[in-house]
């Protein structure tokens, strides 16, 4: 986890999701920013690419939705989004095999309402040293 406090990203249009969200993650020792769209995600991830360890994106945003995100990401020239590593948040069935992720980016999909406990699992998952010496080496 590059030597200190994961710096986590996370984008829900719903106020009190991002709120609890924000709380818990905090409350696990995660640092954590939140935005409401799209939009201001992206922009907070291409004004500094590298600052982020981990992005959390609900798969159901108005206008630009999660998985026009995810593939976005993938497409990026800049490697720090093509590997950022992600977790989706979702009230439907999907799996990771479904969305567009990069090769190598390592992506988890927690179904809403989500239990703390298995996101913490998650986000130690993706950024385990394992993962992301295999995310660098191109391997998922």
């Known amino acids: 986890m590059r030597g200190h406090t994961p710096n986590v990203l996370c984008v829900d249009?719903?106020?009190?999701?991002?709120?609890?969200?924000?709380?818990?993650?905090?409350?696990?020792?995660?640092?954590?920013?939140?935005?409401?769209?799209?939009?201001?995600?992206?922009?907070?991830?291409?004004?500094?690419?590298?600052r982020f360890d981990l992005a959390i994106v609900d798969l159901s945003l108005p206008g630009m939705n999660?998985?026009?995100?995810?593939?976005?990401?993938?497409?990026?020239?800049?490697?720090?989004?093509?590997t950022l590593p992600l977790i989706v948040l979702t009230g439907s069935t999907v799996s990771p095999g479904q969305l567009k992720a990069a090769p190598g980016q390592v992506t988890r999909v927690?179904?809403?309402?989500?239990?703390i406990p298995d996101l913490?699992?998650?986000?130690?998952?993706?950024l385990s040293p394992q993962k992301r010496r295999?995310?660098?080496?191109g391997n998922p």
């Open 134 to 137: 295999g995310r660098t080496q």
């Open 13 to 50: 249009d719903d106020p009190l999701v991002r709120l609890v969200l924000a709380k818990q993650l905090r409350a696990h020792g995660l640092t954590v920013e939140t935005t409401e769209d799209a939009s201001s995600f992206l922009t907070r991830l291409v004004e500094d690419p590298g």
């Open 120 to 126: 913490m699992a998650a986000i130690a998952d993706c």
């Open 66 to 82: 999660g998985e026009e995100i995810i593939s976005w990401l993938g497409s990026s020239d800049e490697e720090a989004l093509t």
């Open 110 to 115: 927690i179904q809403k309402p989500y239990q």
